[in-house]
């Protein structure tokens, strides 16, 4: 039985017929949905999710059609353009259309590419952001994404081109000499290329990665390990997309940031990984 929370009163957005929101679903966990996102699959006719989208979050919108848009059971995924058509056709139907994606819809998820093929039909368009996986899934593992004492910038990349290949456009070496934390997408498949790339580009092997699982789920797994182990270690610990991969110094946040663990009775094992010091007691 789907359980229907109220939105606090505001002047929301009302879903009109033949309009596309295209929504980000956040990382997961339904908790990471914004209300902008619960306001829109209360008001949908259509929801045209994608296979990283929690299908607990459809039965908020038990009122819509609801369609699914990804890749299952080793099919091929829906052609990027047949579903942008589609989007346009049931626009052009009337319908209120919520267009659900993973995380962020114009992070490493064709966003962009969608709501240029609904503009240039001639549909409008809503843009919803979303909790992005490199943003929350690493806060769920208790790694910050930023943090003072280690970056003053962070790099997502992704570990795919459109081929399906490490992307022969990225300058690894770049990357590797600017980028104090990298954040990678979609980087399992190439992991061994890509840190092969990053230690060629002079990162250190010791360099602490974290792996994080269906991050934001009950099924989230957390590897921690370097960069010269991180192949050996991912296919030990057996891990499997989707996942994202943390490359830096704030992997070592987690030692004392692990608030899952904590929460389940675990002591965080090193109150100062990055050796700052402890605050003093105060008087
Ligand atoms: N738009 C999405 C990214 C889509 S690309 C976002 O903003 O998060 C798909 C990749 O995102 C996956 O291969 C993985 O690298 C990452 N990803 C998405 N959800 C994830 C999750 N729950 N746990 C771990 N990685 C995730």
Known sequence: MA???????????????GWVWLCGAGSGDPGLLTLHALNALRQADVV???????????????QAEHIYAGKRGGKPSAKQRDISLHLVDLARAGKRVLRLKGGDPFVFGRGGEEAQTLVQHGVMVRIIPGISAGIGGLAYAGIPVTHRDVNQSV????????SGNTPGSLD??????????????????????????????????????????????????????????IVDDIARAGLEPPA????????????????????????????????????????
């Open 3 to 17: 359980q229907h929370l109220t939105l606090p009163p505001y002047d929301w957005p009302v879903m009109q017929p």
């Open 48 to 62: 045209i999710y994608d296979a990283l989208v929690q299908e607990a979050i459809l039965d908020w919108a038990p």
């Open 155 to 162: 790099t997502f990349v992704t570990g795919h081109d459109q």
């Open 172 to 229: 690894w070496e770049s990357i590797s000499k600017g980028s104090q934390v990298i954040v990678i997408y979609m980087g399992m498949k190439h992991i061994a290329q890509i840190a092969a790339h990053l230690m060629k580009a002079g990162r250190n092997p010791s360099e602490p990665v974290a792996v994080v699982t269906t991050a934001t789920t009950p099924e989230q797994q957390v590897l921690e390990t370097t960069l010269g182990a």
């Open 244 to 283: 994202i991969i943390c490359v830096g110094q704030s992997v070592l946040m987690r030692q004392v940031l692990d608030w899952q663990g904590m929460a389940a009775g675990e002591a965080p094992r090193n109150l100062d990984p990055l050796g700052r010091g402890l605050p003093a007691e105060s008087a």
